[in-house]
């Protein structure tokens, strides 16, 4: 299985690491430099910027324009979409979802109950 | 960089596929067999068996018990977890939460203005 290319798969794939995620966090708060985000982490500098690279790739970072510090800035719009296809399921888990489920299911009861009176 | 093995983890790495996003929406309408499951997809068996292993092990999806049959069941747990991360910075795109973070700045400068009343 070769990874996946489409942008929402390659924003599910950035998410798949919890340093990733915790980069993503800390970014929430504000921009940072690389050596910022590196901070927190018990990681060399080339494998923090590979990570760096992966978020970037997945457009879910960017780098501002002051040349020499070029501080990361988080991009929400692909975290959106997540939640967009998250939010698909959530009648699974989500009660009032489930009421208006049941809701829909007493009416279709009541329309074959009643039958077709537009038919 | 290793794929990192925590359950939140492994969730992104399943949902980083669009075929096996695919096979969840199909199992978002009822438990299918992995006949009714590979149907849609040009794809050998194999293949498809391996998307399921990867969407089980994830906990994305479950086996049924009867044996001959073995129906796949959607399991929402995970989902529910990818939706509450990425809820986390919903106040950069939701703009009912853009004015509560307004209201909030509005309130702290007032706070300010009139000093700390109870401290």
Redesign the interface.
Known sequence: ?R??T?A???T??A?????R?AI??RL?RGAATVKEISAPFEMSGP?VS??LRVLERAGLIQRGREAQWRPRT?N??P??D??E??????R??DASYARLDNYLEVLKKEEKKHGKRNG
Not at 15 to 19: H, R
Not at 85 to 90: L, N, V
């Open positions: 299985m990874p996946a489409d929402l798969s390659a599910f794939f998410l798949a690491d919890p340093t995620r993503l966090h929430s494998a590979k990570h988080l929400p719009a975290i959106r997540v939640a296809w998250a939010g698909e399921f959530k699974f888990w």
